[in-house]
């Protein structure tokens, strides 16, 4: 049996050549069934060369639900009645004590996230987080910090980089030129863009990526993974739609493993050197093929759970990046 010609001219990656968009779109049409398989090994051989390093998150969900945005996927949306629990910002001691827990695992990357829009100016919610920046970055120095706080001003970034952030996240989604329609139209993708811009001109990194099964196209998805490149962020990370109820795509079909192989692999060929994250669904949608996926491309997970959803316990996830390093 040969391997698919396009998967044999896909492993020039391996040689330090690029894929181009015309031929990440002919892969991901053209390949299907057992196929799929010599292409998760391609790409788990590209992760291997050019990102060889596993690693690990958690984070802090320090301020839930509320929100003003109508992003169709999210539990947080106050345009939906999803039924989650919702309550303010936390406290800068209540997020240290979460934090140190993180860090007593071996987790040494923790992020902070909050629902909402963002900040435009540096009012007093924005204020308590600066301060819970300066006391995470005091009594854990050795803590990795990322912030997700949505659409940020220039200012609020860079007051966010003299602090000592270390990684900003803004997921783009999905197919940029499909944004409005796809995910909200309370905000749009040129801001989160600029976000994204101001954090990289203070010198911080930057986490992107996006959601898949929200009824996107096979070319959508290719288009989010060359957004994400040219946008040359540090890290990528890939969710799989886990279907809210409350939400409008409550009832969206979920995402096949299979498809979802396909995906990783494209984004790991599409960007060889980049950290590539895989974090919700994991647990949730995808189950019993958790394992596969992590050899299709990502070379990090996210671990102990997610904004409105469980995940695994950190040890059992440590477990599985450690027998991982053996492929």
Not at 288 to 306: E, H, N
């Amino acid at each position: 049996m040969h391997i698919h010609p396009e998967i044999e001219n896909a492993y020039k990656v391996l040689d330090g050549e690029e894929l181009t968009r015309l031929e990440a779109n002919e892969l991901a049409v053209h390949i299907t069934g057992s196929d799929i398989l010599d292409l998760v090994s391609l790409a788990n051989k590209v992760r291997t060369r050019f990102a060889p390093k596993f690693g690990a998150c958690s984070i802090i969900n320090a301020k839930s639900g509320r929100c003003n945005q109508n992003c169709r996927f999210c539990a947080q949306s106050a345009h939906y009645r999803t039924g989650i629990e919702t309550y303010p910002l936390l406290a800068p001691e209540r997020v240290l004590a979460e934090a140190r827990k993180v860090y007593a695992t071996g987790i040494t990357t923790f992020g902070y996230v909050t629902s909402g829009y963002g900040y435009l100016e540096a009012d007093a919610e924005f204020r308590q987080i600066l301060d819970t920046v300066e006391l995470l970055r005091r009594e854990l120095p050795d803590m990795k910090l990322c912030m997700s706080l949505g659409i940020l001003s220039r200012e609020c970034a860079k007051q966010l980089a003299d602090r000592g952030v270390w990684r900003y996240n803004m997921n783009l989604q999905t197919n940029p030129a499909r944004y409005a329609e796809l995910i909200a139209d309370t905000h749009s993708i040129d801001d989160k863009i600029k976000t994204i811009r101001h954090m990289q001109e203070f010198g911080v990194t930057n986490c992107t990526g996006g959601i898949l099964g929200l009824g996107e196209t096979w070319e959508d998805r290719v288009a989010l993974a060359f957004a994400v490149k040219e946008l040359d962020v540090e890290g990528i990370t890939l969710n799989v739609l886990l279907p809210v109820p409350g939400t409008p795509v409550a009832a969206t079909p979920p995402l096949s493993p299979a498809d979802a192989a396909k995906a990783f692999s494209l984004f790991r060929l599409i960007n060889p050197r980049k950290m590539i994250k895989f974090c919700a669904g994991r647990e949730t949608t995808m189950k019993d093929f958790q394992a596969l996926l992590m050899l299709a491309g990502p070379s990090a997970l996210m671990t102990g759970g997610y904004l409105t959803t469980r995940g695994r316990q950190v040890a059992e996830d440590l477990a599985l990046i450690d027998a991982l390093k053996g492929f």
